[in-house]
């Protein structure tokens, strides 16, 4: 079943854009300096064997696969699990085998998890789309966020006639009711604008905040965490855009506030995962290409300072935060994306994280994604751009062993 529920009488007007005459600020790349610690790769037998185990039931525990029949490329999958449905989101590339924004589909998906066959497809927005008058030009990552059991807030990144901005469409799951395409909007301090990155550069120029450089699409990471702020809930996650990569917070999952950057020498690139504990703001992102490592550290939201960094074995991938039983752990791709790790988190003296898990796995897992679920874990995972899959796992098994 294939349905796209756009109104074609709606008239989304775009706030006029911000400008400054202030010039920006860029920072430069550069190696980190310090650190307090570097997880390597190179992990003892019992390391590999627990990985072993959590390959075998991922295996052994596999769902479905989420892509559409005619889908020729696939990639960056979220999910949620509420009431016995699966709620997925990804974006499909059907013309060519090719991960190329201009052909994208931005996709939500959702079935009973007792019979998976029994899939609901919707297109979101694809390249070639008009856009309030806009077209798009291309589509980029597709994520799925959650507040509540009702509302879903389906997102992504599209080309609109040049600019890039952030989108999003809410479905409601007691009416099964999509709304239409709606724009998110960038906050810092009193300024608020469309969010794009013409607008991001022009705010950041206002405000005399220094940044790396931008280039390409705008990307949210799915996974968020809450914290209580004189009495108002905000969910926090990371935005990155090129080597740019901060901290961002909402009210609403509909305007994002920045929040903070790394202040340190690095050199991060894409994707930042984020999470928050207590009064710390966990962040861990891949580096460029030629780095062997990703970086841990924490902002204290409070005193408004970065911890020293932790060096970790990466392949410079997408990774995800959990937390389970009051410990919190990261998933990364220490080796190469057929490998998964998994990082004990130390939440007081971060240097003494430590891996517990290094799994080979049995197919490709690009950019795994660990949620709850019926009060156990899931985790979704692109295989070689060609299958959106959903598995689960013990966590109790893994998560707690070590310690």
């Not at 300024?191 to 280039?215: G, L, P, S, T, V």
């Not at 490709?364 to 979704?380: R, T, V």
Request: net charge negative.
């Amino acid at each position: 079943m294939s349905t796209n529920n756009i109104s074609s009488d709606l008239k989304q007007n775009f706030m006029p854009d911000f400008f400054t005459s202030k010039k920006p600020k860029i920072t430069e790349d550069g190696v980190i300096k310090e650190n307090k610690a570097i997880i390597s790769d190179n992990v003892p037998d019992e390391v590999k064997k627990i990985g072993k185990e959590f390959a075998d039931e991922i295996s052994d525990n596999f769902i479905s696969d989420f892509k559409k029949s005619g889908d020729l490329m696939v990639h960056v999958s979220s999910y949620a699990v509420i009431d016995g449905i699966i709620y997925m989101t990804y974006y499909a590339n059907t013309k060519t085998k090719d991960e190329d924004p201009h052909c994208h589909t931005a996709r939500f998906v959702y079935c009973p998890e007792n019979d998976t066959d029994n899939k609901t497809y919707i297109d979101l927005q694809s390249a070639k789309d008009d856009c309030y008058g806009k077209k798009v030009e291309a589509v980029y990552d597709t994520i799925l966020m959650h507040k509540d059991e009702d509302t879903l807030y389906l997102m992504w990144t599209a080309n609109l006639s040049g600019d890039y901005y952030r989108l999003y469409r809410t479905y409601t799951i007691s009416s099964k009711k999509l709304s239409d395409v709606k724009i998110n909007k960038f906050k810092v301090d009193s300024i608020c604008a469309d969010w794009n990155i013409h607008n991001m550069q022009a705010i950041f120029a206002e405000k005399e905040i220094e940044y790396k450089k931008m280039y390409t699409d705008i990307g949210i990471m799915q996974k968020i965490s809450a914290r209580e702020e004189n009495g108002v809930i905000y969910y926090y996650t990371g935005a990155y855009c090129g080597d740019f990569n901060c901290i961002i917070k909402s009210r609403d999952l509909e305007e994002w506030e920045y929040v903070a950057q790394p202040d340190f020498l690095n050199q991060s690139k894409w994707e930042n995962a984020v999470y928050v504990y207590d009064d710390k703001c966990f962040y861990f992102v891949r580096q460029q290409n030629e780095s062997p490592y990703g970086f841990l550290t924490y902002f204290d939201l409070n005193k408004k300072t970065w911890e020293t960094p932790v060096l970790i074995s990466d392949c410079q991938s997408r990774s995800d935060f959990i937390m389970y039983k009051d410990n919190l752990y990261l998933f990364h791709a220490p080796i190469d994306r057929e490998h998964i790790g998994v990082v004990h988190i130390d939440t007081e003296k971060i240097e003494n994280s430590k891996e517990i898990l290094q799994a080979h796995m049995k197919e490709s897992c690009f950019y795994p994604f660990i949620q709850y679920g019926k009060d156990q874990l899931y985790m979704s995972y692109t295989s070689n751009r060609m299958h959106i899959n959903l598995s689960k796992f013990n966590a109790e098994k893994y998560l707690n062993m070590n310690l």
